[in-house]
Every structure is written in C-alpha cells, then in structure tokens.
C-alpha cells in the first residue's frame, strides 16, 4: 500500500516562501514521476511541477517558473517543492502525485496512481 504525506504547508504573506515536502513509504520505489498538483476553491486541479525518478528531469507549469523549483532525496523517498516570491494566487491546497510508469503527459492528474491528502497554502495579500 503506498503513502504520500504532504507537510509544510501554511500561512505566508506576499513574496514570501514556503517549502513543501511529500514522502512516499510502502512501496518499493520504483515510481516514473512524482509531481506537485494544486486545488483553488472553486478551479480545477492543476499541474505545478513534476520529477523524473530516474534522472531528475523536472517540468514546470509557466505560472510557477522561476519561482518554484521540485526536487527529490532519493535515500529519503522525498520530495520538496521549494515555493518563492508566493503570490495570492497561489493560495491553494497542495497534493502530491506519483505515478508508475509515463502514460504521455506529466500534467494530467488522470494519469496518476497515487495521491496525498493534500497541504493547505495561503498567501496573503
């Protein structure tokens, strides 16, 4: 049975930063990628950022470049999304995903076999 646990989520004003992190237990790790989606109240879920096990290779949505960079710790089975100069409109909750093998698009929730509960992220004005 696979686990995602998101932590580190919270409160933070305007330019400043967070750090998320989603650890995968339960499971021998073996995922293609693992990905960082989000929920606005009232929007649908949306891709944010995504890593390639294997090597690295990372994917980012255009409304985050620049400001939000995924990375992983294989020895911990861990993966952070490092968020910077947050903006209201990142208020949202935060989920972590993995996937088992690549199914053509990192970007769709669809695709993926596992998911966190989620991690709340508010970014006040």
């Known amino acids: 049975q696979v686990q995602l646990v998101e932590s580190g989520g919270g409160l933070v004003q305007a330019g400043g930063s967070l750090r998320l992190s989603c650890a995968a237990s339960g499971h021998t790790f073996s995922f293609y990628v693992m990905s960082w989606f989000r929920q606005a109240p009232g929007k649908e879920r949306e891709f944010v950022a995504g890593?390639?096990?294997?090597?690295?290779?990372?994917n980012y949505a255009d409304s985050v470049k620049g400001r939000f960079t995924i990375s992983r710790d294989n020895s911990k089975n861990t993966v952070y999304l490092q968020m910077n100069s947050l903006k209201p409109e990142d208020t949202a909750v935060y989920y972590c995903?993995?996937?088992?093998?690549?199914?053509?698009?990192?970007?769709?929730?669809?695709?993926?076999?596992?998911w966190g509960l989620g991690t709340q992220v508010t970014v006040s004005s």
């Open positions: 995903a993995a996937e088992n093998y690549y199914r053509g698009s990192w970007s769709l929730a669809h695709t993926y076999d596992y």
């Open positions: 890593i390639r096990w294997s090597d690295g290779t990372t």
